[in-house]
């Protein structure tokens, strides 16, 4: 559905209806899970149409796209998350201006995350980004090396993991992305009973466009929805 025959607001109420029923046949509180709209690329006026039909959270993932838009944005109704690759020299420009960073795919990243937040007298919010189909191409932690990075950045001051965060290879089978959603839920339940301080393990952010319902079934709190919503990514 390329949102061309669809209007947003149909597209929108289309994507929680069947988050929902995902949900209730997963045996979970539709309530639990957060959809995000993605924006990247979306013009302010569209992404404004969004919220006035429900979005209270959107994503992010170019930091100068973001900050040359977001005075035309309607900020007092919705949240914005940066999701997408975050470079140590941009770090300055977006703490402090999103509520959370999903994207942590480094120590070296958090720590400048923690040390820009500390400058600015806050505690940034982050999603440790893994690479569950460990994947060459793609940046984020192993999913065998979480555990124990989580407990190191859980010592920076500055920040606090919320969470984990993750997309599976672009070309997996449906039952492979399954399979990745259930072995990321189980990771982030895992770590999550191992109750390290400043890790909270609330936030799962898994599932897009294409595979949502599947996260959803799988476990997932959030997820992060752009083409679906607002139709093919329009580049300039």
């Known amino acids: 559905m390329t949102g061309q025959s669809y209007t947003i607001e149909e597209s929108f109420k289309r994507i929680k209806d069947e988050i929902a029923q995902a949900a209730v046949k997963a ?53 914005v998350h940066f999701i997408g690759h975050l470079q140590t020299n941009k770090v300055r420009q977006i703490v402090g201006e999103v ?50 990075k989580a407990c190191e950045i859980s010592e920076i001051e500055g920040v606090k993991i919320q969470g ?31 109750k390290i301080h400043n890790v909270t393990m609330s936030v799962l952010s898994m599932g897009m466009s294409g595979d949502y319902r599947e996260a959803v079934i799988a476990g997932s709190t959030l997820v992060r929805v752009g083409t679906a919503i607002f139709g093919a990514r329009r580049y300039n």
């Open 27 to 79: 045996g979970r509180n539709p309530d639990d899970v957060k959809l995000m709209a993605v924006t990247k690329t979306v013009a302010p006026e569209l992404v404004n149409a969004a919220i006035n039909v429900g979005a209270d959270l959107i994503g992010e993932s170019k930091v100068q796209e973001y900050l040359s838009k977001k005075d035309e944005i309607d900020l007092t109704r919705c949240k």
């Open 164 to 194: 984990l965060m993750t997309l599976p290879p672009f070309d997996a089978t449906k039952e492979q992305t399954t399979a990745f959603f259930s072995n990321i839920r189980q990771l982030f339940i895992d770590i999550r009973e191992k």
């Open 99 to 148: 509520a959370m960073i999903q994207s942590a795919d480094s120590v070296r990243l958090a720590r400048e995350i923690g040390r820009r937040s500390v400058s600015k007298g806050i505690v940034s919010d982050i999603l440790l980004e893994v690479n569950i189909g460990k994947e060459e191409s793609k940046f984020g932690f192993k999913p065998s090396e979480v555990y124990e």
